[in-house]
Each structure stands twice: as C-alpha cells, then as structure tokens.
C-alpha cells in the first residue's frame, strides 16, 4: 500500500483486510466496507416443514429396510449402523504402493458408520429434549472410544451434514462416522499447528486462544459452564462457529459428565439460534476435532467442533465459494462481529415452539 493512497488510518471494522486462522495457517479476506449499507433485514421465509413422526419410505426409520436389504431394528433412542455405501473399507491390503513421483497412492483402511440421533423423523437436534441430545453426546464419545482403540485406526472424525443443501440425503435426524489409518488432511494441518504454538509457547493454542476471545468478547455467541460457542476471528463461512470446552480436553472421550451434559445443553442452544436466524432449519456441516488415535502424545490437542453454515442472508441465499474463494483465497463480507452480533440477538426458544 502507497502511503500517500491513505486518507484514514487502518480500520477493521470498515476497511479490506486479512485474518490468519491459526487452526491451519492460511488466510481469510474480510471485505466489510462492503456490508457498511444497512441491514436490509429482510428474512425470506421457506414454508414451514411439516414431516411426519414416522416416515414409511425413509431408510432411517426404525424398522424401514435399506438400501442394501438389510432392515433397521425398532430402535427407540440412537442407533449405529456400518454405511451401506461405505467410502472406507476395513480389509484393504495396507501396502505402500507408491510407485512414481508423479502417481502417488497409498492405501487407505477404515469404516464408515451412520449415526442415527432419534427415531423420530421429524426431529432435528436443536428440536430434541436436552436429555435425548445427551445420548448422542454419549454415542460420540464411545464411537471415538470403540473405533479408536483399533490399533489400524489414526483418526475418527464425527460428522453431521445438516440439510439438503449441505448434500444430506435424507431430513431423518443423523449423522456419520468415518475412521481410517491415516490422520486426514483438515486434522493434520490443526495438528501441525497447534504443536508448533505448544513448543513455542508451552501451552495448548486453543486454550490460550479462548481465554483471548473471552477477553475480547465480541466474537462470542452462547457459554455456559464447561462450553463457549464463538465465530472464530478467522470465519470464512458467514455464520461460522468454533465450540470449545474451557478446560483442556484432548478428545471427546476425556468429557467428564458434566463437560457432557453441558455440551447437550449448548448444542440445543447453539442451533435453536441457528434455526431462528432466518426461520429454518439451518444447514450446516458440523463436525469433532480430537486428537489422533494412533497412540501418539499429544499434549498440545485441544478437542473442538467446527460449524459450517452456508446460509449468507435469508433461508434461500447462500455463500457461494466459487472464483475467488477457489482459486485465490476465502473471502467474506460480513464480519465475524457482526456475525456473532446478530446470533446474539436470536431467542433460545426455538421458531417452532413460539
Ligand atoms: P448424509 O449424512 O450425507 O445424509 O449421508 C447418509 C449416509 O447414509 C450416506 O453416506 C448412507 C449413505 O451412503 N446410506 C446407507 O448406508 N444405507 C442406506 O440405505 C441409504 C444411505
Ligand atoms: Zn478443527
């Protein structure tokens, strides 16, 4: 920048800049001079979804038959079951087959699962009792803890694709679970990271990272005890948020009953805001980061869910990662500020429920 081209001093709140997340190292362009026009605050609002307890053609349901024959018992809480079409699978030979520079491979082991939330189709998370989203919360932590100790196993990632706009295939409460022997590419970025800021500094990046957004103060959402839910400084996606235990906890696991019953809590909290931000049922891809599970040390892990919502302006306009965001760098308007702000201002009674 030419000196003589500025007329004030540097201001994020009005002028382009970049954030650096410090989770994977890379960059975001935050471009809030062009959301300086007032709110327009207009909320375009989908028809109200009204789906049946028990849907007789949906494959989640209790009791319905798959896609491969097999029929789901009449499970009246969660139920775990291998995919059917399973991206992973466990009896691949483990050879290094690398056999050019140009044509790198290596094999890959592992298992995919479907997690089914609740028996009721018509439910979501955020329409759940507390009490029911415990039991996933449990669920959660005995998959890492099951899949985990399988010594082929380095890395169990917990997923939740909310949403035919998000690519979900089916509105029946659910989410996966896939879990491999190679720690994949998001988790091995955080984990490059968050070692290189512990052998600097001696303690973990995420817990000295929270104590700096408690701090601050505007990027926050919803805390509770053991939990706080914030846009994190470096969001790409409009309405991004970062969930993080105040204490250190390496992988979901290590949650205390507490931890868990606080998490239950939030989460319901968390995505009644969500649902109520343009009055749907909000999507999202949201998924657990721990530690790998391939017996290694790591004391510099902090446990963390990310929030990826693509929802921008109202329950029909999105974010769209396209030109720039593919080929140069992520780029948002809106400010995580302003974000977090208006995720503030939602009520914790759900849309629905008024
Ligand atoms: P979503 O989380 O994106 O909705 O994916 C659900 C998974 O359910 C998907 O990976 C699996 C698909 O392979 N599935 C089965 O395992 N059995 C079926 O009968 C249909 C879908
Ligand atoms: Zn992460």
């Avoid at 939990?227 to 993080?244: D, H, K, N, Q, R």
């Avoid at 696991?253 to 606080?262: H, M």
Wanted: proline share 9%.
């Amino acid at each position: 920048m030419h000196s003589h081209d500025r007329t004030t001093y540097f201001d994020p709140t009005e002028h382009p800049h970049r954030r650096r997340n410090l989770l994977t190292g890379e960059w975001v362009l935050v471009s809030p001079h062009r959301t300086k026009r007032p709110w327009q605050g207009q909320v375009e609002k989908t028809p109200p979804e009204q789906r049946p307890r028990y849907d007789p053609t949906c494959y989640l349901c209790p009791g319905n038959e798959r896609a491969g024959g097999v029929a789901n018992p009449r499970y009246e809480s969660t139920y775990v079951f291998t995919n059917d079409f399973a991206a992973l699978l466990p009896d691949t030979p483990d050879e290094d087959v690398s056999g050019s520079p140009f044509f790198q491979t290596q094999a890959e082991t592992g298992t995919c699962r479907v997690i089914c939330f609740s028996p009721r189709h018509d439910l979501t998370l955020a329409e759940m009792p507390v009490a029911d989203v415990r039991t996933v919360v449990d669920l959660w932590a005995t998959q890492v803890e099951e899949l985990g100790n399988d010594p082929r196993i380095s890395y169990v990632q917990l997923f939740e694709n909310r949403g035919a706009m998000m690519g979900s295939s089916n509105p029946h409460p659910h989410g996966q679970v896939w879990a491999n022997g190679r720690v994949p590419t998001e988790p091995a970025k955080e984990d490059l990271q968050q070692r290189a800021y512990f052998e600097r500094n001696g303690s973990p990046l995420l817990v000295d990272y929270l104590a700096a957004e408690v701090d601050a103060g505007d990027r926050m959402v919803v805390e509770n005890e053991s939990w706080v839910a914030l846009v994190p400084y470096w969001a790409v996606w409009p309405f991004e948020i970062l969930l993080l235990p105040r204490r250190h906890v390496r992988q979901f696991p290590d949650l205390t009953d507490a931890e868990r019953e606080d998490l239950a809590s939030i989460l319901k909290r968390l995505l009644t805001r969500y649902d109520n931000l343009f009055e749907t049922s909000f999507p999202y891809s949201m998924g657990w980061h721990g530690q790998p599970t391939d017996g290694g040390d790591y004391p510099h892990w902090q446990l963390h869910a990310h929030f990826y919502p693509p929802l921008l302006r109202s329950a029909t306009v999105k974010k769209f990662m396209v030109g720039y965001e593919l080929l140069a760098s992520p780029q948002r308007d809106i400010t995580a500020e302003q974000a977090a702000d208006r995720l503030r201002q939602q009520s914790e009674i759900h849309y629905r429920q008024r």
